[in-house]
C-alpha cells in the first residue's frame, strides 16, 4: 500500500503542466528575455549607445532604455509587455527605464528554472508579490532624508542621472540647470506636485551643448512676421494672444463669386480693407503693440494686407503659433486667450518689458523677457552641433527634469552603484531562510534576480563581474550598506561619499513595476489570436 501511495504523494506536491501551457509560457519568457538583454549593455555610466536606424530613414543615437524599447518593432504579444514597462517607469518616475526592464528579464531568467522545478505559477507570482514589498520597505530603511533647500544633493542626483548618457560631459552645466528649472516651478500651495509641462524645452540647432541656457520668460523657434517692415523689438510691450483670423471672411458653404466688372472689384477690395482697419483699430485702441496669432486651419490666419496694415501699426506680429503652446503662453504671461475680436479687452492682455527677435545660429528666435505677474513656468533653450546631440540632449535633460521631481514629491535619497540592489539581495536572501516551503525558494530567486544590476555596471565597465559582486556581498555582509561599484576608479567604494545618488522612488517603482510585469507574463498559459 505505502508502494502505491509514493507517487500519489509526489503527484500532489509538485505542478506538471500540460505541454502547450507550457511551451507558450517560456516562449513568452524568451521573446521577453530577448528584449532585456537587448538593452542591458546600454546600463550605467559606461553603458553603450544604440544607434536605430527608423524606416524613414531617420538615425537616433541615444542612451535611453525608453527610447530604445519604443523604437524598436516588437512584434511578439509578451515582449511588448516590456516596452509597456519601460514607458511606465518613463511616466512614474523618468529615470531608470533601462535598470527597469534589466530587472524584470532576470526575474524571468529566474522564473523558468522554478517553473522547471515543477512550481505553479500562482506560488511563484504571489511569493514576487510578498518579496517586492519586502523590497520597498528595505529600501526606504536605506534611504537618506533630504530638504529642499539642499541645492547641492539634488544637483548630485541630477548628475547622476546625466553621468549615464552620451552628453555626459555637460553634466556640470545640465544638472544645476534642470534643478533650477523645477524649482522655479515648484508651487508653494502644492509643494509636493511639479508639472513638467509647466518646463518648455525649446531645440535650436548651432552652437554647442555648452550655449545651453534658462530663460525666464518665452522663447519662440520662429521669426517676427517682416511682412511690410514691421517692428521686431519692442519695449514696454502689451501683448495679446489672439485664435481668431485677421483676414477676409470667407462663406460658410464652398462656393465661387464672379465679378463682372472691375468697379464691383473695388468694392470687394474696398470692403476687405475696411474690415481688417477696422479691426486693427479695435486692437490699436487697447494700446496692445504685440500680438501671437495661433495657426488657423480654415483658413489664412494672417494675410499680406493685413500684415501691412499692423506693421503701420507699429504692431509686432508672431504667427504659426501651435494650438498645443496656447496654454502655456497664457499662464507664463499672465493673459487670457482671445478667441474673438469683439472680445478684445485690455485685462486680457499680458504685459512684458522687452519683446525682441534675436539671432541665433543660422535662424532667428524671438524672446520675451521681464513678464509682468508671470506665472509659473520657465523655458529652456536647448543649444547643439547637430540633430543627433540636439534630441539627445533634449531626452537627457528631460530625465534630469524627472529625477529632480522625484525628489520633489518624495524627499529621499537613496546611493546608486549598485548598493541598494546588492543590499536588497543579501536582505531578501538572510528573508528566505525565515519562509517556509515553496516560499522560500521564491524568494531566494527573486534575491539572486537583483544581482544582474552590479553584475551588468561591472561588466559593461570591462571589469570582471564574478570578482565586482563576490566583494560587494563580503562588504554588505559587514555592515557597509553603501558600498557600490564605483566604475571610474574601477574598485569597490563608498557610493554616497562619491556622490552617486538617486532618488528613492526610482528604485521603488523599478522594483515594484517590474515584478509586477513578471507576475502578469507568469499568469499566461495562452495566446488567443484573433482574425
Same mark, same amino acid.
Not at 565586482?468 to 563580503?474: D, K
Given at each position: 500500500?505505502?508502494?502505491?501511495?509514493?507517487?500519489?504523494?509526489?503527484?500532489?506536491?509538485?505542478?506538471? /503542466?500540460?505541454?502547450?501551457?507550457?511551451?507558450?509560457r517560456?516562449?513568452?519568457?524568451?521573446?521577453?528575455?530577448?528584449?532585456?538583454?537587448?538593452?542591458?549593455?546600454?546600463?550605467?555610466?559606461?553603458?553603450?549607445?544604440?544607434?536605430?536606424?527608423?524606416?524613414?530613414?531617420?538615425?537616433?543615437?541615444?542612451?535611453?532604455?525608453?527610447? %530604445?524599447?519604443?523604437?524598436?518593432e516588437?512584434l511578439?504579444?509578451?515582449?511588448?509587455?516590456?516596452?509597456?514597462?519601460?514607458?511606465?517607469?518613463?511616466?512614474a518616475?523618468?529615470?531608470?527605464?533601462?535598470?527597469?526592464?534589466?530587472?524584470?528579464?532576470?526575474?524571468?531568467?529566474?522564473?523558468?528554472?522554478?517553473?522547471?522545478?515543477?512550481?505553479?505559477?500562482?506560488?511563484i507570482?504571489?511569493?514576487?508579490?510578498k518579496?517586492? +514589498?519586502?523590497?520597498?520597505?528595505?529600501?526606504?530603511?536605506?534611504?537618506?532624508?533630504?530638504?529642499?533647500?539642499?541645492?547641492?544633493?539634488?544637483i548630485?542626483?541630477?548628475?547622476t542621472s546625466?553621468?549615464?548618457?552620451v552628453?555626459?560631459?555637460?553634466?556640470?552645466?545640465l544638472?544645476?540647470?534642470?534643478v533650477?528649472?523645477?524649482?522655479?516651478?515648484?508651487?508653494?500651495?502644492?509643494?509636493?506636485?511639479?508639472?513638467?509641462?509647466?518646463?518648455?524645452?525649446?531645440?535650436?540647432?548651432? =552652437?554647442?551643448?555648452?550655449d545651453?541656457?534658462?530663460?525666464?520668460?518665452?522663447?519662440?523657434d520662429?521669426?517676427?512676421?517682416?511682412?511690410?517692415?514691421?517692428?521686431?523689438?519692442?519695449?514696454?510691450?502689451? %501683448?495679446?494672444?489672439?485664435?481668431?483670423q485677421?483676414?477676409?471672411?470667407?462663406?460658410?458653404?464652398?462656393?465661387?463669386?464672379?465679378?463682372?466688372?472691375?468697379?464691383?472689384?473695388?468694392? +470687394?477690395?474696398?470692403?476687405?480693407?475696411?474690415?481688417?482697419? =477696422?479691426?486693427?483699430?479695435?486692437?490699436?485702441?487697447?494700446?496692445?503693440?504685440?500680438?501671437?496669432?495661433?495657426?488657423?486651419?480654415?483658413?489664412?490666419?494672417?494675410?499680406?494686407?493685413?500684415?501691412?496694415?499692423?506693421?503701420?501699426?507699429?504692431?509686432?506680429?508672431?504667427?504659426?503659433?501651435?494650438? /498645443?503652446?496656447?496654454?502655456f503662453?497664457?499662464?507664463?504671461?499672465?493673459?487670457?486667450?482671445?478667441?474673438?475680436?469683439?472680445?478684445?479687452?485690455?485685462?486680457?492682455?499680458?504685459?512684458?518689458?522687452?519683446?525682441?527677435?534675436?539671432?541665433l545660429?543660422?535662424?532667428?528666435?524671438?524672446?520675451? $523677457?521681464?513678464?509682468?505677474?508671470?506665472?509659473?513656468? $520657465?523655458?529652456?533653450?536647448?543649444?547643439?552641433?547637430?540633430?543627433?546631440?540636439?534630441?539627445?540632449?533634449?531626452?537627457?535633460?528631460?530625465?534630469a527634469?524627472?529625477?529632480?521631481?522625484?525628489l520633489?514629491?518624495?524627499?529621499?535619497?537613496?546611493?546608486?552603484?549598485?548598493?541598494?540592489?546588492i543590499?536588497?539581495?543579501?536582505?531578501?536572501?538572510?528573508?528566505?531562510?525565515?519562509?517556509?516551503?515553496?516560499?522560500?525558494?521564491?524568494?531566494?530567486?527573486?534575491?539572486?534576480?537583483?544581482?544582474? +544590476?552590479?553584475?551588468?555596471?561591472?561588466?559593461?565597465?570591462?571589469?570582471?563581474?564574478?570578482t565586482?559582486?563576490?566583494?560587494?556581498?563580503?562588504r554588505?555582509?559587514?555592515?557597509?550598506?553603501? $558600498?557600490?561599484?564605483?566604475?571610474?576608479?574601477?574598485?569597490?567604494?563608498?557610493?554616497?561619499?562619491?556622490?552617486?545618488?538617486?532618488p528613492?522612488?526610482v528604485? $521603488?517603482?523599478?522594483?515594484?513595476?517590474?515584478?509586477?510585469?513578471?507576475?502578469?507574463?507568469?499568469?499566461?498559459? /495562452?495566446?488567443v489570436?484573433v482574425?
Open positions: 500500500m505505502a508502494a502505491v501511495s509514493a507517487p500519489r504523494s509526489s503527484k500532489t506536491e509538485s505542478y506538471i /503542466d500540460n505541454k502547450r501551457k507550457e511551451d507558450i517560456h516562449a513568452n519568457i524568451k521573446a521577453a528575455c530577448a528584449v532585456a538583454d537587448a538593452i542591458r549593455t546600454s546600463l550605467g555610466p559606461k553603458g553603450m549607445d544604440k544607434m536605430i536606424s527608423t524606416a524613414s530613414g531617420e538615425v537616433i543615437i541615444t542612451n535611453d532604455g525608453a527610447t %530604445i524599447v519604443n523604437k524598436m516588437v511578439q504579444p509578451a515582449a511588448k509587455m516590456l516596452v509597456e514597462l519601460s514607458k511606465s517607469q518613463d511616466t518616475a523618468g529615470d531608470g527605464t533601462t535598470t527597469v526592464v534589466v530587472i524584470a528579464g532576470s526575474l524571468l531568467k529566474q522564473c523558468l528554472t522554478l517553473l522547471s522545478s515543477g512550481i505553479h505559477p500562482t506560488v507570482s504571489d511569493s514576487l508579490h518579496a517586492s +514589498i519586502k523590497a520597498v520597505d528595505v529600501l526606504t530603511a536605506m534611504a537618506v532624508p533630504l530638504e529642499l533647500t539642499d541645492r547641492d544633493s539634488l548630485k542626483s541630477a548628475s546625466l553621468n549615464s548618457k552628453v555626459s560631459q555637460y553634466s556640470s552645466l544638472a544645476p540647470l534642470a533650477d528649472a523645477v524649482l522655479s516651478v515648484v508651487d508653494p500651495a502644492k509643494p509636493d506636485l511639479v508639472d513638467l509641462r509647466d518646463i518648455k524645452i525649446v531645440k535650436k540647432l548651432g =552652437g554647442t551643448v555648452d545651453t541656457e534658462m530663460v525666464t520668460g518665452l522663447v519662440f520662429k521669426k517676427v512676421s517682416h511682412a511690410a517692415g514691421g517692428p521686431t523689438r519692442v519695449e514696454n510691450a502689451k %501683448i495679446a494672444v489672439i485664435q481668431f485677421i483676414s477676409p471672411p470667407k462663406t460658410d458653404i464652398e462656393q465661387s463669386i464672379v465679378v463682372s466688372d472691375y468697379v464691383q472689384m473695388d468694392r +470687394i477690395l474696398k470692403e476687405e480693407r475696411n474690415y481688417i482697419l =477696422g479691426m486693427i483699430k479695435k486692437i490699436k485702441a487697447t494700446g496692445c503693440n504685440v500680438l501671437l496669432i495661433q495657426k488657423s486651419i480654415l483658413r489664412d490666419a494672417v494675410t499680406d494686407l493685413s500684415l501691412h496694415y499692423l506693421a503701420k501699426a507699429k504692431i509686432l506680429v508672431i504667427k504659426d503659433v501651435e494650438r /498645443d503652446e496656447i496654454e503662453i497664457t499662464k507664463t504671461l499672465n493673459c487670457l486667450p482671445i478667441a474673438n475680436i469683439e472680445h478684445f479687452k485690455v485685462e486680457k492682455l499680458g504685459y512684458a518689458d522687452l519683446v525682441e527677435e534675436v539671432s545660429g543660422d535662424g532667428k528666435i524671438v524672446k520675451i $523677457t521681464g513678464i509682468k505677474d508671470m506665472g509659473r513656468t $520657465t523655458t529652456v533653450l536647448v543649444r547643439g552641433s547637430n540633430h543627433l546631440v540636439l534630441d539627445e540632449a533634449e531626452r537627457s535633460l528631460h530625465d527634469l524627472c529625477v529632480v521631481r522625484c520633489v514629491s518624495k524627499r529621499f535619497l537613496i546611493a546608486g552603484g549598485g548598493a541598494p540592489e543590499e536588497l539581495s543579501r536582505q531578501l536572501g538572510a528573508w528566505s531562510k525565515v519562509l517556509h516551503g515553496m516560499e522560500g525558494y521564491c524568494v531566494k530567486s527573486f534575491a539572486e534576480a537583483l544581482e544582474v +544590476i552590479p553584475y551588468t555596471l561591472a561588466e559593461n565597465a570591462g571589469l570582471n563581474p564574478i565586482i559582486v563576490t566583494e560587494l556581498r563580503n554588505h555582509a559587514q555592515g557597509e550598506i553603501n $558600498t557600490g561599484i564605483n566604475v571610474r576608479k574601477g574598485q569597490i567604494t563608498n557610493i554616497l561619499e562619491e556622490n552617486v545618488v538617486q528613492l522612488l528604485s $521603488t517603482s523599478a522594483m515594484t513595476l517590474a515584478t509586477e510585469c513578471v507576475r502578469m507574463l507568469l499568469k499566461i498559459d /495562452d495566446i489570436t482574425r
